[in-house]
């Protein structure tokens, strides 16, 4: 059974530009999460999709984060306009039902220069 | 609000000897709690958990971790490490029925050398 995959695995930009970060979880998974990890911090929760609905995001930092799931399969994450404080690892993550375990795919090291 | 301590950044250790990863939550609520790896290059990876029950919580790879409700801890412990071992450690804790959103440690970084 595949995982969760994440792509692209790296994703160099200057400040300004557009990037868009794409996951498929795996096949059966309604929920869906992102995750992101500023370096040297802690890994912080940005939202969590069951199916194609936001069912909470609490965790996303402001307006320049746009996250869709269309169809309730693969999930995009768009940063638009990226700051240098987007610099970080973004993960995601799916289960099969609420409270069951999250699988975690290798994420995407987004630069922002 | 809630939040996770792992107070050791990094852990060096000789292969074959116990190690003993520190976890510390505040939370206002019951809570889950977790443990994940992160090998190099790859996702995080369910060590191991509690929801509910005893204490003493075993994982997979020889892991074992223990709650503690009044030392609001969750430390992780091995008996004997691998090289393999080596890897970066997070904990984990979410309230379980309100919500899946996990909060997370800094991270453990463990070193294992031979």
């Known amino acids: 059974e595949a995982g969760v995959t994440q792509f692209p695995s790296h994703s160099v930009i200057e400040k300004g530009q557009t990037v868009t970060l794409r996951c498929d979880p795996i096949?059966?998974?309604?929920?869906l999460y992102w995750y992101r990890r500023v370096m040297g911090k802690e890994i912080k929760f940005l939202l969590h999709?069951?199916?194609?609905?936001?069912?909470?995001e609490s965790g996303m930092p402001n307006n320049r984060f746009l996250a869709e799931r269309t169809g309730g399969t693969y999930s995009t994450l768009k940063v638009q306009p990226a700051e240098l404080e987007d610099s970080g690892v973004y993960f995601c993550?799916?289960?099969?039902?609420?409270?069951?375990?999250?699988?975690f795919g290798p994420g995407t090291r987004l630069t922002v220069l | 609000a809630q939040s996770v301590t792992q107070l050791d950044s990094q852990v060096p250790v000789f292969e074959e000897a116990p190690v003993e990863l520190r976890c510390n939550y505040s939370?206002?609520?019951?809570?889950?709690l977790f443990w994940y790896v992160q090998y190099p290059n790859q996702g995080l990876q369910l060590l191991l958990k509690?929801?509910?029950?005893?204490?003493l919580v075993k994982g997979i790879n020889g892991f074992e971790a223990e709650f503690n409700k009044s030392q609001t801890s969750f430390h992780l412990r091995k008996p004997s490490v691998h090289i393999s071992d080596t890897a970066e450690y997070f904990c984990?804790?979410?309230?379980?029925?309100?919500?899946?959103?996990?909060?997370f440690g800094t991270g453990t970084r463990l070193q294992v050398f031979p």
């Open positions: 993550a799916s289960s099969p039902g609420r409270g069951r375990e999250q699988f």
């Open positions: 984990a804790v979410s309230e379980g029925r309100n919500t899946d959103k996990l909060i």
């Open positions: 509690y929801l509910s029950g005893s204490t």
């Open positions: 096949s059966g998974h309604d929920n």
């Open positions: 939370s206002s609520v019951s809570v889950y």
């Open positions: 999709f069951v199916k194609e609905s936001k069912q909470d």
